[in-house]
């Protein structure tokens, strides 16, 4: 079986959703990237078992952050969603609210149901961490993600492990 998946990467600028993007498909890692306006995306073939492919388009919202909401044209026919803050800044983290009730005002999966979506704390190889892990699991909770993971694109922690699960909870949901 083959499957093509669309998936969102949205959050705050500077959180890091390039760099996990760019960690998940070329497994590399920079402090610069080549700055985009508009939506870039990248493909990336997993292959889950010998008989299931799947194929992923990673949208990234290059430098439409700060507008701070984006397009139905962007969301539409999403499969998946990953919510990202960055773990060392607090204000990331309530901004993530904001863009989870964006993208449920505007995309639904063809049954209804919400877009599964993760939220990703990333940066996790840094200092100080400002919001509480109990703070985030309740928030996780209150506001319909899946589930949360903290990654480091930098250090290459959890990034595949967060796309794995976020990849199985399209599976079941189709
Ligand atoms: P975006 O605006 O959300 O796409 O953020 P970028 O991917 O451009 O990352 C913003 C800055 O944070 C860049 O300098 C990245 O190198 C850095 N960065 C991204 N992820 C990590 C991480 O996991 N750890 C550390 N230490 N820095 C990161
Ligand atoms: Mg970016």
Known sequence: MEF???ILFVGEA?????????????NVFSYKYRYTIGVDFALKVVDL??????????????GQERFGVMTRVYYKESAAC???????????????KKW??????????????????ILVANKCDLEPRPVPREEIDQFVRDNGFVD?????????????????FLIYKVLNSN
Not at 15 to 26: F, P, Q
């Open 4 to 6: 093509l998946f669309k």
């Open 14 to 26: 500077g959180v890091g959703k390039t760099a996990l993007i760019r960690r998940y498909v070329d």
């Open 49 to 62: 078992d010998e008989k299931t492919t799947v194929r992923l388009q990673l949208w990234d919202i290059a």
């Open 82 to 96: 990953v919510i990202a803050f960055d773990i060392t800044e607090r204000r990331t983290f309530e901004a993530a």
């Open 100 to 117: 989870k009730a964006d993208l449920d005002s505007k995309v639904h999966l063809p049954n209804g149901d919400p877009v599964p979506c």
């Open 148 to 164: 949360w993971f903290e990654t480091s694109a930098k250090d290459a922690i959890n990034v595949d492990k967060a796309m794995k």
